[in-house]
């Protein structure tokens, strides 16, 4: 059976999984897990693959990894990507899917936490790009600045992101406009610096380069 995304966005047992997910990530003070984040890291997984010529069928195993990847915070924050791989395996077996299907997804979201990740097939790599480049500054929670750590100063401080596809160029984009009031470009290198080396692996496997602009400066 071919599941689709939306298959999957109308599952009553994910989005209860989801939802229970981030309210963990909320009491410990993480950024926004929940819906916004998962739907834009599907989206854009699914377009990334898209526009590089990967089939419809591929793309849209990317959104369904991207909608999936942090079901494993229900768990724990801990080796997340691979208890939402197993429970993410549970959920699809019992939805139908494929056996290729399935396991093409399970892999990408046991290998997209950066702890543990690598891009070891083009679902993977589209996932660890949409999801790496999430950051602005609607998913902090703590709305009081004289009380920001560092980690919500920098996501706080992004005031615009864009990801931008050039296939002429052969360029995964990611564009972020930053509040240098709020926080210094050093800032946001020294929390995501990790991040952004994983993109350019990540965009390396889809036989693309990886380039970080912010505030219209090439950084990476």
Not at 27 to 43: D, I, L, Q, R, W
Not at 51 to 62: F, M, N, T, V
Not at 190 to 212: N, P, S, Y
Request: contains cysteine; charged residues 25%; proline residues 1%.
């Amino acid at each position: 059976m071919l599941i689709t995304y939306e298959d999957v966005k109308k599952n009553e047992k994910v989005n209860a999984y989801i939802k229970k997910a981030d309210e963990s990530l909320k009491a410990m003070g993480f950024t926004e897990h929940s819906f916004a984040h998962v739907t834009k890291v599907a989206e854009n997984a699914g377009m990334i693959l898209t526009k590089l010529g990967y089939s419809q069928r591929e793309a849209e195993i990317a959104r369904i990894a991207g909608y999936l990847h942090d079901i494993g915070n229900v768990v724990n924050r801990i080796d997340h990507a691979q208890s939402g791989a197993l429970i993410a395996f549970r959920i699809l077996e019992n939805m139908g899917a494929d056996a290729e299907t399935v396991s093409t997804i399970v892999t990408a979201i046991g290998n997209h936490d950066e702890s543990t990740a690598f891009p070891v097939n083009p679902v993977a790599a589209a996932l660890i790009i949409a999801d790496k480049t999430d950051v602005i500054y609607t998913r902090v929670r703590n709305r009081e600045p004289s009380t920001f750590d560092i980690h919500d100063r920098v996501n706080y401080a992004v005031k615009k992101s864009d990801l931008e596809i050039d296939v002429e160029k052969c360029e995964i984009v990611a564009k972020l406009r930053i509040d240098i009031t709020m926080c210094t470009v050093m800032d946001y290198f020294e929390i995501f610096l990790g991040r952004m080396v994983l993109c350019r692996k990540a965009a390396d496997k889809l036989g693309m380069k990886f380039t970080l602009r912010i505030n219209g400066q090439k950084l990476l």
